[in-house]
Every structure is written in C-alpha cells, then in structure tokens.
C-alpha cells in the first residue's frame, strides 16, 4: 500500500512555514502595543531576536519548498539570514519582500512613527545584512547588550514586512505552485 504525499500543512516546507507565521504574529502583537511603540529601542533587541527566528524560518521554507531538505539547507546556511536571502531560489521572493517593506514604510510614515530613511529598498536590504550579523554569531548581539552606541534596526518594519508576505504564503499555495 503506497502512501500518498503529506499535505502542504504537513510537509517540511509547510512546517517552517507555518512556525514563520507563529513568530512573526507574536511579534506582531508586541510591534503593536502602545508599551513597545513608546520604548521600542529597550525592547527593540528582544524583538529582534525573535524576527531574526521567523525570517530564518521563513526563508528556509522557500528553500525547502523549492526541493532542498532541511537538512541540506540547515548545514549549508545555518543561521546565515544573509545567505538564505542572497540565494533565494524564488524568483519573485525579493520583489515581494521589498514591495511590503515600501507599503509597511508608508503606512508608518503616514501615522508618524517612522524615521525618514529615503529609499526603501537599499535600507532594507542593508537591515536585512546588519541583522543577519547580529544574528548569525549565535545570537549573541542580540541575546546580550549591544556594544554602547550600536544602532539597531526598529522591529516593527521587519514585522510589517515579513509577516504580510509570509501569512500570504501560508494562506494560498505558496509562490502560485
């Protein structure tokens, strides 16, 4: 008796994804209080480590879901964010990723919580390197305090900017598969 394929939900890719979401939600709802948007900077690396999680994740699942394991992407990659960015194998996923970050940046803009950074995309992808670095030494710049005067990236645009994308993928097949 042959077994069939176990359902998306079910699934490797499914699973990373799925555990993306659950990070990215609980962060959105920390991202959203009023506590954090008045204190963001003392919870600001917490919250960073949490998304650093779900964007892992989530880029892991785009990889597993385009034919990797998880085996062969946890020992190519590791906790490398950067990596798993740069050679995503979606070929619509950094379009996708920066068209949110433009739409989070805007939205923040307009109720003036955010600090102007000009173009959007190359602050992205710079917050995208600076925290796969910090998360990539074992989480240690992120677990611990920040050398004095270290910037970090606000939270909340990362949230706004994954958890959008990746709860779409969740809620249809991901990527029009």
Same mark, same amino acid.
């Given at each position: 008796?042959?077994?069939?394929?176990?359902?998306?939900?079910?699934?490797?890719?499914?699973?990373?994804?799925?555990?993306?979401?659950?990070?990215?939600?609980?962060?959105?709802?920390?991202?959203?209080?009023?506590?954090?948007?008045?204190?963001?900077?003392?919870?600001?690396?917490?919250?960073?480590?949490?998304?650093?999680?779900?964007?892992?994740?989530?880029?892991?699942?785009?990889?597993?879901?385009?034919?990797?394991?998880?085996?062969?992407?946890?020992?190519?990659?590791?906790?490398?964010?950067?990596?798993?960015?740069?050679?995503? =194998?979606? %070929?619509? *996923?950094?379009?996708?990723? !920066?068209?949110?970050?433009?739409? @989070?940046?805007?939205?923040?803009?307009?109720? +003036?919580?955010?600090?102007?950074?000009?173009?959007?995309?190359?602050?992205?992808?710079?917050?995208?390197?600076?925290?796969?670095?910090?998360?990539?030494?074992?989480?240690?710049?992120?677990?611990?305090?920040?050398?004095?005067?270290?910037?970090? =990236?606000? %939270?909340? *645009?990362?949230?706004?900017? !994954?958890?959008?994308?990746?709860? @779409?993928?969740?809620?249809?097949?991901?990527? +029009?598969?």
């Amino acid at each position: 008796m042959s077994q069939s394929a176990p359902s998306f939900e079910e699934s490797d890719a499914g699973r990373l994804l799925l555990n993306a979401v659950q990070y990215f939600k609980m962060a959105n709802l920390v991202t959203e209080s009023e506590e954090f948007r008045q204190n963001w900077r003392v919870y600001g690396p917490p919250m960073l480590n949490t998304i650093a999680v779900g964007i892992e994740l989530f880029l892991k699942f785009v990889h597993v879901h385009h034919g990797k394991t998880i085996k062969s992407v946890a020992s190519t990659y590791g906790h490398n964010i950067e990596k798993l960015w740069n050679d995503c =194998p979606e %070929p619509t *996923l950094h379009e996708t990723v !920066f068209s949110a970050a433009e739409r @989070a940046y805007s939205s923040a803009s307009r109720t +003036g919580i955010a600090d102007p950074i000009g173009d959007v995309r190359p602050y992205f992808a710079e917050a995208i390197r600076d925290l796969s670095k910090r998360h990539n030494t074992n989480g240690s710049e992120l677990r611990y305090p920040a050398p004095k005067g270290a910037m970090v =990236p606000r %939270p909340g *645009l990362f949230v706004q900017t !994954f958890y959008p994308v990746a709860d @779409a993928c969740l809620r249809r097949p991901p990527f +029009g598969a």
